[in-house]
């Protein structure tokens, strides 16, 4: 999908995939992964609502956005809020490869993506998406990813589904599975999408 079609949706208002305050699982995450502040990169911000709660929390956050609506009310909610991210706009990880962008050299310690892995559904693109994590990870850093479960059947349009078998042969060649389970995209929403939240731990063996 291209740029057109995440920057319409922001701009009307439709975006089924935004997590209300924030991503619902990411205090859960925090607490049991025991993850203190630190480095952190979100690969799809949206709206920032993620980053933001992360910020309040000593976190030094950083947002990738490739809808240019969502990135300016990411800006503005983290003003509102009175907290300082970094926004980048760009396509993760084709514009983000190498030292062409200040993610370059960083060395992340924690990475998430709410439904933006999953869309990437050739060989290829997965390969691409999950090594361009493992580079801005440092060694052992941890990655959060929400993924739609295929348990929730293949359903009639949506992102595409992914099963417990097609998560694990996608990423175990760069990261150890420290978590995978399966839950909704949005707790405690009404008919959300079942989900796999996913927490992984990079093996440290590619570099930016």
Request: proline share 5%.
């Amino acid at each position: 999908m291209g740029v057109n079609y995440w920057d319409s949706s922001y701009e009307s208002g439709h975006v089924p995939w935004d997590p209300g305050p924030y991503d619902g699982h990411l205090p859960e995450i925090v607490e049991r992964e025991r993850i203190s502040a630190c480095r952190v990169v979100d690969i799809g911000c949206g709206t920032g609502k993620s980053l933001v709660w992360l910020a309040e929390r000593g976190f030094e956050c950083t947002g990738i956005e490739i809808a240019p609506t969502a990135l300016q009310m990411a800006k503005e909610l983290a003003g509102r809020r009175g907290v300082t991210c970094d926004w980048l706009y760009g396509r993760f990880p084709d514009d983000f490869h190498g030292r062409k962008h200040r993610l370059g050299d960083a060395s992340f310690e924690l990475a998430i993506d709410r439904g933006v892995f999953h869309l990437h559904t050739s060989t290829s693109d997965q390969r691409r998406f999950v090594e361009g994590v493992a580079r801005i990870l440092g060694p052992h850093g941890l990655w959060y990813s929400l993924l739609a479960s295929s348990s929730g059947g293949n359903g009639f349009g949506g992102p595409p589904r992914w099963s417990r078998r097609e998560v694990t042969a996608a990423v175990s060649q760069h990261f150890e599975i420290v978590r995978l389970e399966e839950s909704v995209f949005t707790p405690g929403e009404n008919g959300s999408m079942a989900a796999w939240v996913c927490v992984l731990r990079n093996r440290g063996r590619l570099a930016a």
